[in-house]
């Protein structure tokens, strides 16, 4: 965003018709995976268990390498910057930077309810397929309103 591909998409029907298209079979492929994902109980057992700032430099790495992160932050932060309030590129970091401790905030919340619901999933083989297919049918519905979506 900050060097200005944000532009690029705007002012390009064909780069942006290839993006949306490559971000609707993108999430098709995940609706796939969703779907035919296996469910059964899993012994993790074995692997060694992650201290909590591991599992944050996991989280952190992730998002790094994590190109719907870049797009998203490509398609929704340059909305909210203004030319005349100074350097759009501090304007970007700024907003990336409040972005993330709402994002750090709001994704602990959910961590700390979501393990006592796991342990329902663990448990039951149905509630394991049906979570999967249900979030395949949001997959391919994302998808769908990607590849139609208008400029």
Known sequence: VALGLAAVFATSALAFTAL???GAAYL???AWGAWNAP???QDLSDAPPMTALQTYGR???MNITNPKVAIFFMAF???FTNPTQGNITWQLCLLGAVFILAALLTFSTIAWFAASFGQVFKR???AQ???NRVASVVFVGLALRLATAQR
């Open 59 to 61: 989280g952190v790495l």
């Open 129 to 131: 397929r049906t979570l």
């Open 77 to 79: 932060l340059p909305q």
């Open 20 to 22: 949306k298209l490559l």
């Open 124 to 126: 039951s083989l149905r």
């Open 28 to 30: 098709v492929w995940l």
């Open 39 to 41: 469910v059964g109980i």
